[in-house]
């Protein structure tokens, strides 16, 4: 299995999950991990799952992660999955978050999403993340490889 985790990060927290879903999903394949504005559509062709991840900034994800979904190409065929880091505040929630956007663009390309669209918890605007957080993170990964979709 080829799969391909692109994520942003302002701080650092969203690295950091990126990083520990790469290190969970690593014994099941060739993995690799790119800041958005790092990647290239072209690398989205020749890929099995595909892993996008971003701050959630004004209830979306950053431009970066945007801009690559708008240049993603048809994704017919490839299994997707989509997470962010957030804040647990009850103001925030009424912006939405950006894992369920980036979801919803990536299925709109005819990807098979393959797992819930999941947030990752901060505990302030920069961090750190909560507690547990990477645990999470590895067992959320993992559970998105025993999916039989
Ligand atoms: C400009 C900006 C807008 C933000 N908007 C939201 C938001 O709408 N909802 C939310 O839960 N967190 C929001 N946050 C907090 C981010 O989710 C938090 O900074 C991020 O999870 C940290 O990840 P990073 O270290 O990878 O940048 C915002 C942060 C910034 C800087």
Known sequence: MKALIVYDSVYGNTEKIARAIAEAITPS???KVLRAGEANPSE?????????????????????VQNLLNKVPELQGIKVAA???RIPTKLVRVFG???GRIA???????????AS???FFVTGGQGPLKEGE???AAAWAKGILESKQ
């Open 29 to 31: 394949g060739e993995v």
């Open 44 to 64: 989205l062709e020749s890929i099995d799952l595909l892993i996008v991840g971003s701050p959630t900034h004004g209830g979306r994800p950053t431009p970066a």
């Open 83 to 85: 997470f962010d880091t």
């Open 97 to 99: 978050y950006a894992a």
């Open 104 to 114: 919803n663009n990536l299925k709109k390309k005819g990807s098979t999403l393959i």
């Open 117 to 119: 669209p999941e947030g």
């Open 134 to 136: 990477l645990e999470r």
